[in-house]
C-alpha cells in the first residue's frame, strides 16, 4: 500500500469523507458536486525513512457549536494514541500527536463552518529496520 493510500485508508475511517488538502471536490469540473460538510481533509506527507516530518488533518463541521466537530476530534485522537502505525511502502508511516494536538480556528467568511486542526508528526520506518 502507498503511503497516499495508507493515509487515505486511515482518514477515511471515521465515517466522513476525507479528501487530500489539494483534491477537495469544489463542484467546478463537469458532473463533480462540491465537498459539503462534515468531511476531512488531510495533507499527504512522506518522510523519508528514519526522519520525521509534520502534517495535519482539519475536521470540517457546518453548525453553531462545537459538540459534533468536538466528538470527532476526540474519536480521531483516541485513534492515533499515542502513535498510529499505518503499513505503507516498504515499511510503516507513524502518525503521532503534534503540538498542540488539535485547536479550532473560525472560518471567516462562512461562521457556521467550524474547523478543527490536528497537528501531526509522522515518522517513517523501514521493515525489519532496514
Not at 7 to 26: C, H, K, N, R
Not at 27 to 35: K, L, R
Not at 118 to 129: P, R, V
Amino acid at each position: 500500500m502507498t503511503t497516499e493510500q495508507a493515509l487515505y485508508s486511515f482518514w477515511s475511517s471515521f465515517g466522513l469523507p476525507a479528501y487530500p488538502e489539494e483534491a477537495v471536490p469544489t463542484g467546478e469540473a463537469e458532473g463533480e458536486e462540491a465537498a459539503e460538510p462534515p468531511y476531512i481533509t488531510y495533507t499527504i506527507v512522506e518522510p523519508e525513512f528514519g526522519t520525521h516530518a509534520t502534517g495535519q488533518a482539519r475536521i470540517w463541521y457546518r453548525g453553531d457549536g462545537y459538540e459534533e466537530i468536538a466528538k470527532k476530534k476526540n474519536e480521531v485522537l483516541k485513534a492515533i494514541g499515542k502513535g498510529k502505525l499505518l503499513p505503507a511502502g516498504s515499511g510503516f508511516l507513524c502518525i503521532r500527536p503534534g503540538t498542540p494536538p488539535a485547536q479550532y480556528l473560525p472560518f471567516s467568511e462562512m461562521p457556521e463552518i467550524k474547523v478543527c486542526y490536528l497537528n501531526l508528526q509522522m515518522d517513517a520506518y523501514a521493515m525489519n529496520g532496514e
